[in-house]
């Protein structure tokens, strides 16, 4: 029997984690909660739940000793490229001291613990065409205090591990879609628009942003499943991407999610949804964690983008 600590668990990934491990049958699940707990309100009864914010290293201390996990998946961070841009050190200063603190109390109660550090395909940041697809030793050109957060992160564990001899396994995921994402990405935002529209509280038009862009998109189903091969199977110290191996552009999204909209919609473009940097087009290359885990994408990318404005059509309707 395992015993696993999600920080973050009612976030979107995290509830989906929660939900996964308890479904296997040698994992118990705790986690850290700081926010709703909608997203879990369903598994309440079967989790260790520990409301804390983790920014103090005394109460992540206190959590371990109380918790004893033999393995650490760290989900919480602020999450949003646009709002690192808006509040750059709020962003720096909640992920970095946040990683650091799972890492210091992992070293100081509970060594033989394993933890996955969550990056982020932004680290990569300014890819040029010929460096497609994308691999773990593509350099890092961050284009986004969130993006440079998430490097911090990374190399936290990656010190930790050479340091303090910690089993830290690092994973960098692609854009990951799901319902329960909140608004603020591009997909849930669209989706929200769209439902919206549908029940008449707002005019039938969806206002967007850059539509050319492309990126390599996973349904969270399958993200979390890679997470779980990568500690319990991944090497220590390593890094392994995480994403399909195919990109696909907002504006495919866009008119996939059109195509299932029950009225007629307009399509304007919104100067304040544009980013100041975007890259034209990332492909992950996840062969490292296919070789070593058997790792493959399950859930089609329709499939996803149907679960995510169902998702919004329920939440418009409460």
Known sequence: MLKALITGISGFVGSYLAEYLLEQPNWQVAGTVFGPYANIADLRGKLELYPAELSRLEVMTFILEQCRP??????AAQPLVQLSRQDPWGTLETNIRVQLNVLEGVAQVKPDCRVLVVGSAEEYGLVA????PID???PFRPLSPYATSKIVQDLLGL????????HVVRVR???HIGPRQRSGFVTPDLAQQIAKAEMGLQPPMVKVGNLTTRRDFSDVRDVIRAYVLAITQGEAGQVYNVGSGRSH???EVLDSLLALSQVPIEVRQDPQRMRPSDVPDMVCDASRLRQKTGWQPAIPFEQSLRDVLEYWRAEVRK
């Open 159 to 166: 010190q930790y591990y050479l340091t303090h001899h910690l």
């Open 173 to 175: 995921p692609f854009n």
């Open 70 to 75: 033999d393995v650490i998946f760290h989900l």
């Open 129 to 132: 065409a010929d460096e497609l």
């Open 136 to 138: 773990e030793n593509t």
């Open 249 to 251: 552009s907002i504006q």
